[in-house]
């Protein structure tokens, strides 16, 4: 079994899974999943992309046509398949805590 | 979207590699940030600080893993606690103005000392590799320090290898005529040389070239200010010509602003000048061996060459000139040893005036340390008043960590908002310190509120701080949440412990304040006893004024002395003047000292030595209201063709004539072997102080003015028989008799200015302005020091008996007095405040010591200051206890009880 990622690791991944996007939207949507609860910051996630791509979880891919952002071309991500690995596990793992806490009745079934 | 500079700029800080890979990316996703924060009620400025910190964790190693997500908590929970802490300054305002305005008082403080300790102590001279500048003094004999004279610069320059090159000085002062009004100005005479000595260079025009130093050539050099203000800063000048003392000298260049030399601070030649001329030493200097000692000079060494190293070659030189160039007569005579010095030139510039210095700096330090323990007081009490609110955090999970960053979060507001209001108050008691020391430490018109001087501000708040904040967040963090939750919604009893806590910051704020206020009392009582001597004159009801006649106008001593003559006549003739005579020096500003001898002296008594001299003219003595204790005073019947004499004072009657009679013995200039003529001792003066209130009396003695000879009148090189003091007795108040002086000047001639209007009481004011300098100000400080004291022992008893109303409530329902209440409370005061005597006296005691070379005619640990210190500070502390105290006795029992 594969080791715990960081939340935020997790989450960036979880971003990538449906589609590729580029950083802000991948900030957008971690904000929005978490109802505000992780903000990713600029550095931070560019520092933790570059990481990403070096532990070989995801890629950088080519501007697809028409994906304009602010004026710029954006550069994209792509999760590989193992990081999808590596967020299912990670998923699979907070399941299973999610399942101890519901047995333990702190949740309703 | 608009990009605001700023984000651009922090975009700038990322790594290059990061800007090229990413580009625009970077900064969508920091305007996103921005746009969120907004929409999130998050001050632009806390974003910005978020971001500028993201960026530069990039390149943090290591914490990629990591970093992020604590980094983010500890960020947020950073801004969370800030707004904590504004929303509790906001809801205590008074509490936040008192603690703001505490430390505004002790950091401005701070900040207003450090910036001129600054100036004056730590930056260097503004010269051109100045750590290789120094100043070298002549000295004649062990004990007297003294300039070089012409022709033993000239030896000594010959003889020299240290140098890159030598440069002499000397201050001198000249009339400058052709402007609306007719001034003395303050001139310096230089070396060709000094300007590439310093290092420096005219801001236009040129510096004199070495022929014209030689050759003594009319031409000057204009200071800045000197330009701009006479001038109007007119570019066109250099090649114009000025008129001093009534010659006309050519402009050949302007000093760039800042350039003020010679500067304040040594001893001789130490008045910045608003005109340079050359120094072109004439033939009298050049052979007035064994005298004229009054040239400054400095040097340039050579790159390594050490300041000691040269000292000892100067040393060895100044023995060789003595016995290779001096004359043999003078060595024969018993003209003493000559020795050279040599000093590094900030060192004889700053070096009198940093043991002030240092004294303010660390008074001032104590104070930010008494403010200190005063709001550590506060933030104490405050964090017990909020016991509860820490309590549920940490049964909330919070840990010790974050309680302790909440309270240091609090005290660090307090503290960075103290500073910025102390910045600001420091140029305000910046401004007011300065005009009263500019005129006594050198270089302190440098000091301004600077980069370094921000820094310092900016450290003195962090410590401050942390000083005040350590001691209440390690208290707030350690108590235990579960006994506080149980407590009833009501304050507890302090515990022993905070009783403890609260006992040290008191007693130390005591022991701090009384030696505050020791130096203070010695400061005060040194100055008091300054005051009471006698200077040997009735000031009051006199007004001095100086005239000097240049040798253009007045070529002869006939000239000169009909000029005075007829002045002083004049001015006695005034309404309202009682006794009008001149001195070529006043009283506590004597410069002369001779070699001096006495006709067969006692048995066992050295009949020669060094004595002061003024020459006088006039009803000098009269209008000084000077004692005549036997014999008479100097009158005008002794003329140039009476017999020779002279008064004495009563130091030189001890001392020259033991018990004998002196009137009526003879006396000369000169050594034992070689004197020059007999002068006739005509009477004894009551002793007159010659170098300032603080100095001891010397030997002196009054010469007739009328008596010197013509040669000297006219032709001596200092010009010192041609510029006499008036001095002016007068029945009416001396203030009111400047313009009938100015018009008797004027009548004689228009063109001769007037300076140096003062009266006598304003020249024993200026003789003691730095004893009460320094007592004004360590006297502030002390009374300072004490207000934060008696707050601070007046709010710990407040708490206290707020604490234990209801302990005190059974007390007096079981039948204690209000007599014992009051006792008790006061009792356990005084205590904190004896316990601070037990440290402060012997720290006082040890610390005064450095005191000594400020004091005057006290000891630096009298016993009356250290007395009355100890005194003053019991009493304000008792007054401090009286209010807790009586509201203590006052204490209704029933009501103390039912509250519960």
Not at chain 2, 95 to 100: A, D, E, G, Q, Y
Not at chain 2, 564 to 574: C, D, F, I, M
Not at chain 2, 643 to 650: D, L, Y
Request: hydrophobic fraction near 50%; include cysteine.
């Amino acid at each position: 079994m594969n080791a715990p990622i960081p939340a935020h690791w997790f989450q960036i991944l979880l971003s990538l899974a449906d589609e590729d996007r580029h950083g802000l939207r991948i900030m957008n949507d971690v904000l929005e999943r978490t109802n505000g609860q992780m903000k990713l910051w600029p550095g931070m996630l560019y520092r933790n992309l570059a990481k990403l791509a070096v532990d070989g979880l995801v890629v950088e891919i080519e501007t697809p046509a028409g994906a304009e952002s602010g004026g710029g071309r954006p550069r994209f991500y792509r999760i590989t398949p193992a990081g999808r690995r590596a967020c299912a596990a990670e998923a699979v793992r907070m399941a299973g805590f999610v399942e101890a806490a519901r047995r333990k009745r702190l949740l309703k079934a | 979207m608009p990009r605001p500079w700023w984000v651009s700029a922090i975009a700038r800080l990322y790594p290059r590699e990061y800007r090229e890979r990413l580009g625009d990316d970077l900064v969508d996703a920091m305007l996103a940030c921005v746009a969120r924060e907004r929409r999130g009620g998050v001050w632009p400025l806390l974003t910005g600080v978020r971001l500028l910190v993201d960026a530069l964790t990039t390149f943090l190693p290591g914490t990629v893993r990591s970093a992020p997500s604590t980094g983010d908590s500890l960020m947020q929970s950073l801004i969370a606690d800030l707004r904590h802490a504004i929303r509790m300054l906001r809801r205590a305002p008074l509490f936040s103005v008192l603690i703001v305005a505490t430390l505004a008082l002790a950091i401005g403080a701070n900040t207003a000392i450090f910036s001129v300790v600054d100036a004056v102590l730590l930056r260097s001279l503004p010269y051109a590799q100045p750590e290789r500048l120094v100043t070298i003094y002549e000295g004649i004999g062990s004990t007297m320090t003294a300039g070089f004279s012409a022709p033993d610069l000239m030896a000594f320059r010959d003889r020299v290898r240290s140098y890159d090159g030598l440069a002499a000085f000397r201050n001198a002062e000249f009339e400058l005529s052709g402007v609306d009004q007719p001034e003395r100005i303050h001139v310096a005479r230089i070396s060709a040389s000094l300007m590439d000595v310093l290092g420096v260079a005219p801001a236009l025009g040129r510096a004199f070239t070495n022929a014209e130093d030689t050759g003594g050539q009319l031409v000057a050099i204009l200071s800045n200010g000197f330009w701009q203000r006479k001038f109007g800063a007119d570019p066109s000048i250099v090649g114009r010509s000025v008129s001093l003392d009534r010659r006309s000298y050519t402009v050949v260049g302007v000093m760039p602003a800042g350039f003020r030399f010679p500067s304040p601070g040594p001893q001789l030649n130490n008045v910045p000048a608003d005109v340079y001329v050359p120094i072109s030493f004439t033939r009298i200097e050049l052979n007035g061996f064994g005298m004229m000692y009054n040239n400054s000079v400095i040097g340039r060494l050579h790159a390594g060459v050490t300041a000691e190293h040269a000292d000892a070659e100067a040393r060895t030189i100044a023995t060789r000139i003595f016995d290779e160039v001096y004359p043999a007569g003078l060595r024969e005579n018993g003209f003493p040893q000559l020795i050279a010095t040599v000093t590094r030139m900030q060192e004889d510039i700053v070096g009198n005036v940093r043991r002030l210095l240092v004294v303010l700096l660390a008074a001032v330090g104590v104070l930010l340390l008494i403010a200190c323990a005063d709001i550590a007081c506060l933030m104490l009490t405050r964090a017990a008043a909020r016991a509860r609110e820490m309590a549920i955090r940490t049964a909330l999970g919070a840990g010790r960590a974050p309680v302790m960053r909440l309270v240091l979060v609090e005290t660090g507001l307090l503290a960075a908002l103290g500073g910025a209001a102390g910045l600001g108050l420091a140029w305000t008691l910046q401004r007011l310190f300065l005009t009263s020391i500019s005129e006594s430490v050198p270089r302190a018109e440098a000091a301004t509120l600077d980069g370094r001087v921000v820094v310092f501000t900016a450290l003195a708040s962090i410590g401050a701080a942390l000083v005040c904040g350590l001691l209440p967040a390690f208290e707030s963090s350690r108590r235990q949440s579960s006994g506080m939750l149980k407590e009833s919604g009501r304050a507890s009893t302090a515990s022993a412990r905070e009783r403890r806590i609260f006992g040290v910051l008191v007693a130390t704020q005591f022991a701090c304040a009384v030696v505050l206020l020791a130096s203070g009392a010695l400061l005060v009582r040194s100055f008091a006893r300054l005051m009471a001597t006698d200077p040997g004159f009735r000031g009051d009801r006199v007004i001095a004024a100086s005239t000097s006649l240049p040798a253009t106008g007045y070529p002869t001593a006939a000239s000169i002395r009909s000029f005075y003559a007829t002045l002083l006549e004049r001015l006695g003739a005034v309404p309202g003047v009682t006794a009008a005579g001149a001195a070529t020096d006043l009283p506590l500003t004597v410069r002369e000292r001779r070699a001096f001898t006495v006709e067969h002296p006692p048995a066992g008594v050295d009949g020669s030595g060094t004595i002061a001299n003024d020459w006088v003219t006039g009803h000098y003595f009269e209008a000084l209201g000077a004692r005549i204790i036997r014999g008479r005073a100097l009158a005008p019947s002794d003329s140039q063709t009476s017999e020779a004499v002279v008064v004495i004072n009563e130091t030189l009657a001890r001392q020259y004539f033991h018990g004998d009679e002196p009137v009526n013995r003879r006396v000369a200039w000169g050594g034992a072997r070689n004197h020059g003529p007999w002068m006739r001792v005509v009477g004894v003066i009551g002793d007159i102080k010659q170098a300032g209130l603080a100095k001891p009396t010397e030997p002196q003695t009054w010469q007739p003015w009328a008596q010197v000879p013509d040669a000297a009148v006219a032709n001596n090189p200092t010009g010192i028989f041609r510029s006499l003091q008036l001095v002016v007795r007068s029945s009416v108040p001396p203030t009111s008799l400047v313009p009938a002086i100015r018009a008797e000047v004027r009548r004689l001639d228009p063109a001769l200015p007037i300076t140096g209007v003062q009266t006598l009481e304003e020249v024993v004011g200026a003789s003691a302005a730095s004893q009460r300098f320094n007592a004004t100000l360590l006297g502030a400080f002390a009374g300072v020091a004490l207000l934060l004291a008696a707050l601070g022992i007046g709010g710990v008893l407040a708490i206290s008996v707020s604490r234990r109303t209801q302990e005190i409530g059974i007390r007096l329902a079981l039948g204690a007095r209000a007599g014992d209440v009051l006792g008790m409370v006061v009792r356990q005061g005084m205590t904190l405040v004896l316990g601070g005597l037990a440290i402060g006296l012997p720290a006082a005691y040890a610390s005064t010591r450095v005191l000594r070379s400020l004091l005057f005619d006290v000891t630096a640990h009298d016993p009356v200051s250290f007395v009355a210190a100890t005194a003053v500070l019991c009493a304000v502390a008792l007054a401090a206890c009286a209010a807790p105290a009586l509201r203590a006795s006052r204490v209704d029992p029933i009501t103390a009880l039912r509250n519960d």
